[in-house]
């Protein structure tokens, strides 16, 4: 089994700051892209950075120049650095972790999410 474990969510006034980090424990033998979605109330669930094993990144528009997500691949940890945070930016937000799995001498890849973690920025 594998656990993705979120933590640093809260309450923030409009142009705070906010890091989140997720850290994946379990039977991991390869994690490759690691990710951060949101989802606010009565939206769907976005994509709002990814960042594979190499070290490449992905952002929405809508967070770029403001978000910076990064990964420590020793820790099995992805951050996420938000900066300059505005009211549309509250939402849970979700950890997301491709990972690979030996189970039964065969290799299984799997996509895992965190339980969530409340961001809430207020006007």
């Known amino acids: 089994q594998v656990h993705l474990v979120e933590s640093g969510g809260g309450l923030v006034q409009t142009g705070g700051s906010l890091r989140l980090s997720c850290a994946a424990s379990?039977?991991?033998?390869?994690?490759?892209?690691m990710g951060w979605y949101r989802q606010a109330p009565g939206k769907q669930r976005e994509l709002v950075a990814d960042i594979a094993s190499g070290g490449s990144t992905n952002y929405a528009d809508s967070v770029k120049g403001r978000f910076t997500i990064s990964r420590d691949n020793a820790k099995n940890t992805v951050y996420l650095q938000m900066n300059s945070l505005k009211p549309e930016d509250t939402a849970v937000y979700y950890c997301?972790?491709?990972?690979?799995?030996?189970?039964?001498?065969?290799?299984?890849?799997?996509?895992?999410w965190g339980q969530g973690t409340q961001v809430t920025v207020s006007s």
């Open positions: 997301n972790a491709e990972v690979t799995i030996l189970q039964m001498d065969q290799l299984h890849g799997l996509d895992y």
């Open positions: 379990g039977s991991i033998f390869r994690i490759d892209t």
